[in-house]
T-cell receptor, first 116, second 111 residues
């Protein structure tokens, strides 16, 4: 078990460009989460998947953001028409989903996005 | 809306001291609470998960307690080491699988 992996680890892009990040959860984890963290702050929830179904989206996830988990395995987070305010660390987490309520979330190393 | 406060915001201690990090949250209807550590520029490492029905959880030199009714959790670190230097984050889960984070306690343990 190699843990949650994220690619790329760093991304520098110009304002207005589109970017896509990938997250591979721990094998056989049913639940996958995206969070965003800005400097000096704790992570903020963006969205959550149970298998391939996107079950909750934060108001932080504007229309320029879209997340998918097409086969219930890896997930992608796309940001269209990036803005400088999108600069942050994007964190992915997964959990086993075996409990009806909630279970332990394991985080990946994150993708740091810088929009110039 | 769940709000999480962590005190102190920063802590600097010599090696060997026992430490207490505090976390308070406004909505006591939680399923569980996780404590994480984060090294600069890195992701989060889960330290302990304490279920709402539990009062304590231990892992090595770490002990987390939970008083759900008063909206408080503490993380106790025994015999601190320089390798413990990091930011410590607490995150209650009020359901819907969403963790809500505080801004963390930045810990520096000097040799």
């Amino acid at each position: 078990d190699t843990g949650v992996s994220q690619n790329p680890r760093h991304k520098i892009t110009k304002r207005g460009q589109n970017v896509t990040f990938r997250c591979d959860p721990i094998s056989e984890h049913n639940r996958l989460y995206w969070y965003r963290q800005t400097l000096g702050q704790g992570p903020e929830f963006l969205t959550y998947f149970q298998n391939e179904a996107q079950l909750e989206k934060s108001r932080l996830l504007s229309d320029r953001f879209s997340a998918e988990r097409p086969k219930g395995s890896f997930s992608t987070l796309e940001i269209q028409r990036t803005e400088q305010g999108d600069s942050a660390m994007y964190l992915c987490a997964s959990s086993s989903g075996t409990k009806k309520s909630s279970d332990e979330q394991y985080f990946g190393p994150g993708t740091r996005l810088t929009v110039t | 809306k769940q709000e999480v406060t962590q005190i102190p915001a920063a802590l600097s201690v010599p090696e060997g001291e026992n430490l207490v990090l505090n976390c308070s949250f406004t909505d006591s209807a939680i399923y569980n609470l996780q404590w994480f550590r984060q090294d600069p520029g890195k992701g989060l490492t889960s330290l302990l998960l304490i279920q709402s029905s539990q009062r304590e959880q231990t892992s090595g030199r770490l002990n987390a307690s939970l008083d759900k009714s008063s909206g408080r959790s503490t993380l106790y670190i025994a015999a601190s080491q320089p390798g413990d230097s990091a930011t410590y984050l607490c995150a209650p889960n009020t359901g819907f699988q969403k963790l809500v984070f505080g801004t963390g306690t930045r810990l520096l343990v000097s040799p």
